[in-house]
């Protein structure tokens, strides 16, 4: 099984920064895309804070961190550009944040159905080549991803299938998701 490019972000906004980002112009970085709402309890107490701990860790010329701001639900209370606003600063969340695109029809927003996400917080982990090597719904451990994003800046050569495993194959990952827990498949990026 290999590994799918990324898809380009469809944005209405872009926030913490003075001009959009592609992720083209960030071939040769690792990027780490978290999605996110601001009412969701598992994005405010782990994701976010995540997120802020891997930006400070590493050199953004090394590894990129992005927010996505993608609201499906409680589009009132939490869709508005300057409520974002106040909930970054009061946070103290300075990475860039690019508010997921809202489809005409009223679907979900274009960029987490892009990605086949199925809620948040979603974590994305894109390799050097722009390839994505992590989709996680649900917690991810500090450790785990730290070893995985040092492996990905390790690596010189395009990703190979046998790179990744499935979650049953060697040491299964339960990820607690929001409202339930389920068994997720699990990016292998450390060799073995």
């Not at 609201?71 to 946070?91: D, M």
């Amino acid at each position: 099984m290999g590994f799918d490019k990324a898809k380009p972000l469809t944005v209405s906004h872009w926030l913490n920064t003075n001009s959009p980002i592609s992720l083209e112009q960030l071939h040769g970085r690792v990027v780490l895309i978290e999605a996110f709402q601001m009412l969701c309890p598992g994005c405010v107490s782990h994701a976010l804070p995540q997120a802020m701990r891997v930006r400070k860790s590493f050199r953004e010329t090394d590894v990129m961190v992005i927010g996505l701001h993608s609201v499906f639900e409680h589009h009132a209370a939490q869709g508005a550009e300057t409520a974002l606003k106040a909930f970054l600063h009061e946070y103290r969340i300075s990475f860039p944040v690019a508010i997921d695109a809202q489809p005409e029809d009223g679907g979900p927003p274009i960029t987490m159905a892009a990605y086949g996400m199925r809620g948040t917080p979603t974590t994305l982990l894109i390799d050097r080549q722009g390839f994505v090597r992590k989709h996680s719904f649900g917690q991810v451990d500090d450790l785990v991803l730290g070893a995985e994003i040092m492996a990905l800046m390790k690596e010189d050569t395009q990703p190979q299938a046998s790179d990744r495993i499935e979650a049953g194959e060697k040491d299964a990952a339960t990820v607690a998701a929001p409202c339930h827990r389920k068994r997720v498949s699990v990016d292998k990026t450390v060799r073995t």
